[in-house]
């Protein structure tokens, strides 16, 4: 688990050095609400919200950090704590 104040800067990295097929899995403390960020090509992200909304984005890594600041805000309003799992396909 990790702080959210440094959640979007481990993202951000965690997220380059993803290989084809593998992704991370961003939960909340209770584990009900879910962001899944799969790299489908070498800069290209598809981006699964899973919570308050349930949608589905492509990104590249330059547009991720936007994205990921939104819904960040959006699914863990509360949240002090994010849980990251490394996930594969």
Do not use: C
């Amino acid at each position: 688990m990790i702080d959210m104040a440094n959640a979007l800067p481990t993202i951000m990295t965690r997220s380059k050095k993803l290989a084809l097929g593998e992704g991370l899995d961003l939960r909340t403390f209770k584990r009900d609400r879910s962001i899944v960020i799969m790299r489908t090509a070498d800069d290209t992200y598809s981006i699964t919200e899973d919570g308050f909304h349930r949608e589905q984005f492509k990104a590249s890594h330059k547009s991720l950090k936007k994205i990921m600041k939104t819904l960040l805000k959006r699914e863990f309003p509360r949240s002090n704590k994010v849980r990251i799992y490394t996930i594969t396909e």
